[in-house]
Every structure is written in structure tokens, then in C-alpha cells.
């Protein structure tokens, strides 16, 4: 399937036998950047959250999250939505993050309590939670449905769940000899990682339907988008991104070391310019 109608990349088939990395296809592998050295990671995330971060406040602050409530951050990144919520929940809260890799929750207040799941398989405590969110997490899995059905299981009835998910529909560069090259290189690779199950780069406008599906009534969604230059963060976000990203997609298959580097050359050029991803939000109630 081609997700990426909305810009219209040519049909691309991409051979699953194609995308095979030591033995193991891509999609059932961890999160892509589970290899990506750690720093690097770090700093990646944390350009995530310095762009995000306001939106997802903004959200939760109208969802009323109050003192005493039980939240759980699934694929909790570096943990900054968690730390937010110890401030909002706590005396007589309960704040989880939990993450399949672990490595970046390290330092934050000791009244969160950092678990180790992954999504895929784990279903925490049934009825525990009083809000569950995740932000950047079900685009990177192969069934992000059955994940959104065990969050909304861990949710007592009338509990909410926020979920705010990337789309790169209007992923677009621009100002460059080589931007539409590039545009097209992107959702080429996309096209690719769609396919071997990897990452659904398109699965935001996807989210108010999916949440339905799992069960949820309902309550809101919004979509927040942006165009950046080369060197301002939302662009630097996707620029690091998508070199960290470059081995493995070379060793799938899916771009060649060559098409890398002319990438690179045109995503540091001043003059370039992106239409960022869109990061699609939807919040959903728990029946009664
Ligand atoms: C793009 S990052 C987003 C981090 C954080 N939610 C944020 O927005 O700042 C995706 C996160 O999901 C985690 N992740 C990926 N697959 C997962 C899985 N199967 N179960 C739990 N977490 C997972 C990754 O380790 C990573 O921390």
C-alpha cells in the first residue's frame, strides 16, 4: 500500500526480501534508531521535545489533568512529558514512562517509575490509568491498532488517551536545484519503510479513525505543522533524523550511499527550505 496520496510520489514496490538486515527483516526489528549512538539519539529527542513539547502541554493543560491522577507515557523518549506530569499530578499521583529502550529516562525525579515494555507484546496493569499518551510511537510500529487497543485497556472507563502521531504528507523541500529530487528521494524511502513494516510516515491522518477503532469515544483532535529553513530546529530535527536513519536504509536497500550524500549536500544548503511533517493530535475517552 502507498500511503502518500496526499503528495502523490509515484507507486513504488518495494521487494520485502530486499529489506533484510542481518538475518532479521527491518520490521521485525526494534525502532529503527535503536542503533543510533546514544548522544546523538539524545540530541535528537531533544530537539523532538523543545518543538513539541508546547503543543502537548497546551493539550493536556485542557484535558485537565489534576492532582492524584494515574498517567502512563508510553515510548517516553527522553521524559520530558513525564516530568511535566509529576508537577500536575502529584501529592497522591502516579506518573509511568515507560520506553522499549530505556536509555535516555536516566536522571529524571524519582517519583516516576521508568519501565522497560514494548508495545508490540506488553500489555501493562488493565483499568490502572487515568490518562494514557504517546506522542511519535505508533507510526514506528507494524500494528499500531493492537497497540492502541492496549493502551485503551489500561485506561479505567472514562479515562482519556492522548495520541499525537507524525505525517509527512506535506513533507515538501523547496529553494534548491535538487529540492524536488530530494522530495521525491524522501517519500521514496518512506514508500519503502511502509512497506517492510517498519514506519507508517503517513499514519497521522489516520489517528482520529484508529482511536475510534480501538474503542475509544472521541473527544478532539488538531494538527500542527510548520515550514523551516535549513538550520532552524523543525528542519533540524528532520536533518538529523534522517542522517541518523542513513545506514540503515543503505544496508536495506531502500537508498544507495550516493543518493546519502547528495541528500546531505542539499539539506545543508542555506537556502533550503521544508514544509515540516505535521504532527496529528486526537484525544479519546474510555466508555463507561
Ligand atoms: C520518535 S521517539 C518519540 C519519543 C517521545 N514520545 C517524544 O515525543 O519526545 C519514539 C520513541 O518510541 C520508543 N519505542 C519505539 N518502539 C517501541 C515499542 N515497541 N514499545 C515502546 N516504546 C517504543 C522509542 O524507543 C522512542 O523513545
Request: glycine content about 10%; hydrophobic content about 45%.
Amino acid at each position: 500500500m502507498l500511503f502518500g496520496r496526499l503528495l502523490g510520489p509515484a507507486e513504488i514496490e518495494v521487494d520485502d526480501a530486499a529489506v533484510d538486515l542481518g538475518g532479521a527483516k527491518m520490521g521485525e526489528r526494534n525502532y529503527i534508531l535503536t542503533e543510533t549512538a546514544a548522544d546523538a539519539e539524545s540530541a535528537r529527542l531533544t530537539l523532538l521535545e523543545r518543538l513539541f513539547d508546547p503543543a502537548t502541554v497546551r493539550r493536556l493543560e485542557r484535558l485537565d489533568v489534576a492532582a492524584g491522577a494515574r498517567c502512563l507515557e508510553v515510548g517516553a523518549g527522553r521524559g520530558s512529558i513525564a516530568r511535566w506530569l509529576v508537577g500536575r499530578v502529584f501529592p497522591g499521583g502516579r506518573v509511568v514512562a515507560a520506553d522499549i529502550d530505556c536509555r535516555h529516562l536516566g536522571g529524571l525525579p524519582q517519583d516516576i517509575e521508568v519501565r522497560t515494555l514494548d508495545i508490540r507484546t506488553d500489555t501493562p496493569e488493565p483499568d490502572a490509568f487515568d490518562l494514557v499518551h504517546c506522542r511519535a510511537l505508533l507510526m514506528h510500529l507494524p500494528d499500531p491498532l493492537d497497540a492502541l487497543r492496549r493502551m485503551t485497556a489500561v485506561l479505567r472507563p472514562g479515562g482519556v488517551l492522548l495520541a499525537e502521531e507524525g505525517d509527512h504528507g506535506l513533507h515538501v523541500y523547496s529553494g534548491h536545484p535538487d529540492a524536488p529530487w530530494l522530495t521525491e528521494l524522501t517519500h521514496r524511502v518512506f514508500a519503502g519503510l511502509a512497506s517492510a513494516k517498519i514506519m507508517n510516515a503517513y499514519l497521522g491522518r489516520s489517528l482520529p479513525g484508529m482511536l475510534t477503532a480501538a474503542g475509544l469515544e472521541l473527544a478532539g483532535g488538531e494538527i500542527d505543522s510548520g515550514v523551516a529553513r535549513s538550520g532552524e530546529p523543525a528542519f533540524e530535527f528532520e536533518r538529523r533524523t534522517a542522517e541518523a536513519a542513513a545506514p540503515a536504509l543503505i544496508a536495506a536497500g531502500l537508498m544507495t550511499e550516493a543518493e546519502d550524500r547528495r541528500a546531505r549536500a542539499v539539506r545543508s544548503a542555506p537556502a533550503t527550505v521544508m514544509n515540516t511533517w505535521s504532527l496529528v493530535a486526537a484525544w479519546g475517552r474510555r466508555p463507561n
